[in-house]
């Protein structure tokens, strides 16, 4: 997403303009967050392959689950917000 | 025509029987091709159509020349860790032995190749219009290929038509036993008579070590479903630069009435080749494919050692060569075969008790026989399905030494 803001700052069409008016900075924030949690649901699963099929982890794997999940609530809390301001 | 609704129904909430979260999947060519994680990233990404386009430059408009995403290195970089010059995307391996074929040949010429190729090596010959020789291999229980018999082939092909053949094809790995043939000897033979070599590494390249350069090969194919960790379809064609100019030939078609060319186009290519989620789940895993191969030996020790337990079980032999030096693995189980024969399920026994306890991919139906691969499984998968087996072959009276 940064990326993309990015490169459309660098282009010159834009330049001198503000492409996006603030409730659609608001919805980039929320789609932001959206990939956000996929990426941490991703974690999760990747976890329940490698542990397929009794899904009995070590420390570190449930460590990593757990962390995917506070990120995710974070993350979560965050799009309620934006979604609220929209 | 109108599709009813309840029909289009079906397609909808899509789901897959055997989830990797939840069973142990032996199914010989899908272990290699699981996704990274960085894979089932990045096809959210670029999932829709031909999103991996956006940035194709109008005047060279060819996959290999986009930059963003970075497909254009990607190429560079697969052709250098093939140990290969130019490399290209294709959409199947036996895509990638097609366009071979059909660049190198001539209609009626010969190719001389392994008598345990994949049929697709045979189709794509036919294709192409080609004839095949085939190289022996010595039958049971090893299947071992006579490698020093392509030079004998290639004198056969020279005497027969008074020509070279247009290349020799040698399956690295094949599908039917896992047996690693050494491509050197073979390379070695091509470069005396000046034939070039096509290296059908669809189940060796992506997961073991290969270096086409090292063993002689001038064309390396594989197979990103099989063995890179990407989605279907992808194939990989991967050449020397001598053989640029034959493979890659630009279109010089022209237009009769509008006079249009197209000498941007590899003509083999048809264009452009695989866009889009497949190749941009191979672009994604190949960090992860780069280590991989460097674990290749911890991958060996799983399967031989899951071999070694199985042949505990009476009845329980491993086909092909031995030790094992690839994890696709042929099994001959003429002790579950004698089970089946009374078993109200038949074959079908095996099968069902391996479900039971979370493991798919074993064909259902064969109890005489069966092929599987542990590319990627944990030790404690390759455990589990060990004592899954123990506990099968003990609840039908089979002895375990």
New interface residues.
């Given amino acids: 997403m940064a990326e993309r803001f990015r490169r459309r700052a660098a282009d010159p069409l834009h330049w001198g303009s503000n492409p996006y008016p603030s409730f659609m900075v608001i919805l980039m924030a929320l789609a932001q967050e959206v990939d956000e949690v996929?990426?941490q649901m991703?974690?999760i699963?990747?976890q329940?392959?490698?542990?397929?099929?009794?899904h009995?982890m070590s420390e570190e794997q449930k460590r990593m689950v757990l962390d995917a999940i506070s990120k995710s609530e974070e993350s979560l809390k965050e799009m309620r917000e934006e979604a609220c301001r929209a | 025509m109108k599709i009813p609704q309840d029909r289009l129904n079906r397609y909808i909430g899509l789901k897959r029987d055997f989830a990797?979260?939840?069973?142990?999947n032996l199914q010989p060519i899908q272990r290699g091709g699981?996704l990274t994680?960085e894979a089932?990233?990045a096809i959210?990404e670029f999932g829709d159509g031909y999103s991996t386009c956006d940035w194709c430059p109008p005047k060279t408009a060819r996959l290999d020349m986009i930059t963003d995403p970075p497909i254009q290195q990607f190429y560079q970089d697969l052709a250098e860790f093939l140990g290969m010059d130019i490399a290209r995307v294709v959409t199947r391996c036996r895509e990638a032995k097609f366009i071979a074929f059909r660049m190198l040949g001539r209609p009626g010429d010969y190719v001389v190749l392994d008598s345990t190729a994949h049929y697709s090596s045979y189709l794509a010959a036919d294709l192409a219009e080609l004839k095949v020789k085939e190289v022996p291999n010595g039958g049971a229980p090893e299947f071992r290929l006579n490698l020093d018999a392509y030079a004998e082939k290639i004198e056969e092909v020279k005497r027969e038509t008074g020509k070279l053949p247009a290349a020799l094809l040698l399956t690295h790995v094949d599908y039917l036993y896992g047996n690693l043939n050494e491509a050197k000897v073979v390379g070695k033979i091509a470069k005396d008579y000046g034939v070039p070599l096509i290296l059908n590494c669809a189940y060796t390249a992506g997961v073991m070590p290969v270096d086409g350069r090292e063993v002689g090969a001038d064309i390396i194919t594989s197979s990103g479903h099989k063995s890179w960790a990407a989605s279907a379809p992808t194939g990989i064609l991967a050449l020397e630069k001598s053989l640029e100019e034959k493979l890659l030939a630009r279109a010089k078609i022209e237009g009769d009435l509008t006079k249009r060319k197209f000498g941007q186009k590899e003509l083999g290519m048809l264009g452009c080749t695989v866009m889009g989620a497949p190749l941009i789940t191979l672009m994604a895993s190949f960090p992860e494919v780069v280590r991989r191969v460097e674990r290749w030996g911890e991958e060996v020790e799983k399967v031989r050692y899951l071999v070694t337990e199985l042949e505990k079980i009476e009845g329980i032999t491993q086909r092909g060569m031995k030790p094992k030096m690839h994890t696709l693995t042929h099994m001959e189980t003429d002790g579950f075969y004698k089970v089946s024969e009374t078993h109200k399920r038949k074959g079908y026994f095996l099968y069902d008790e391996l479900r039971a306890?979370?493991?798919v991919g074993i064909q259902p139906g064969l109890t005489k026989h069966f092929k599987f691969n542990t590319y990627g499984l944990?030790w404690?998968?390759v455990k589990?399905v060990k004592d899954a087996f123990f506990e099968i072959a003990g609840k039908y009276g089979m002895k375990i030494s």
């Fill in positions: 996929i990426n991703i974690k699963d990747q329940l392959r490698a542990t397929s099929p009794l009995r | 990797e979260e939840e069973y142990i699981i994680e089932r990233r959210l306890r979370k493991i944990t404690e998968q589990y």
